[in-house]
């Protein structure tokens, strides 16, 4: 067993009447890629968004290396600093270069000076292939550079884990693979990933495993090769063929 970076036990949320997660138990080990798959509503991104910490569980508890996040009286904004995470919208400073956003969290949240911050960002941007559109701004990079640089974004912060949240969602295809592309370089290289997305080529591929999500409940999870060729559950079997037919 290595070491597990972030976990949860019996995780469950709810907005006014509405139980988006109905118990959930998980762990993501250091150096593990794994992906999540489900339908519309069945509640992955609002997993993501607890497990990122940019929301609290209406029940259950969140472990990060090991401790209670909101039962040890630890530092939410420094156990957050630690946990990167990829939006479906990049959402980058328009008035900023690739540089300038990238550079940003280092400065703010982590303290560096300037020149420092700017080393890491140019690590960071080269790791995402966009070292020589450093000095761009976001209206004239595409899409999906714009995904790329909120990737480095990401990097530059040495976070423990990083959460992709439909990283690709917005793109077309060309654009998708350049996305998809970097995230694998980011697997092979061991960095922890948790990724909510539908791009089942990049699952199969590189994924520790694959969890399928439906109705606020993870209720199958496997192996790429087993999950995705022999369903066990009557639900995920439906979605595999609704979503690659053939399954």
């Not at 992709?164 to 295809?173: C, G, K, R, V």
């Amino acid at each position: 067993m290595g070491e597990v970076v972030l976990a949860c036990e019996g995780l469950k949320k709810r907005y006014g009447g509405l139980w988006v997660l109905k118990g959930i138990d998980f762990e993501i080990e250091k150096g593990q890629t794994k992906v999540i798959i489900g339908p519309s509503g069945s509640g992955k991104s609002t997993f993501l968004r607890l497990m990122g910490l940019l929301e609290p569980p209406t029940e259950g508890k969140i472990y990060f290396e090991g401790k209670d996040v909101y039962g040890s009286g630890l530092d939410l904004n420094m156990i957050r600093a630690k946990i990167g995470f990829v939006f479906q919208e990049p959402s980058l400073f328009r008035h900023l270069t690739a540089l300038g956003n990238v550079k940003l969290g280092p400065k703010v949240v982590l303290k560096m000076k300037d020149d420092e911050a700017e080393r890491k960002a140019l690590e960071a941007l080269k790791t995402v292939r966009l070292e020589e559109w450093s000095h761009h701004y976001p209206a004239q990079l595409s899409g999906g550079q714009q995904q790329r640089v909120g990737i480095a974004r990401a990097l530059a912060m040495d976070p423990d884990i990083i959460l992709f949240d439909e990283p690709t969602a917005s793109l077309d295809i060309e654009l998708t693979w350049e996305v998809i592309d970097v995230m694998k370089d980011l697997a092979r290289r061991g960095v922890t990933m948790l990724v909510v997305t539908h791009e089942l080529g990049f699952a199969k591929e590189v994924a520790d495993e694959i969890l399928f999500m439906d109705d606020g409940r993870i209720i199958e999870s496997g192996p790429p090769e087993e999950l995705l060729k022999n369903p066990k559950t009557p639900r995920a079997r439906e979605f595999l063929r609704r979503l690659i037919g053939g399954v």
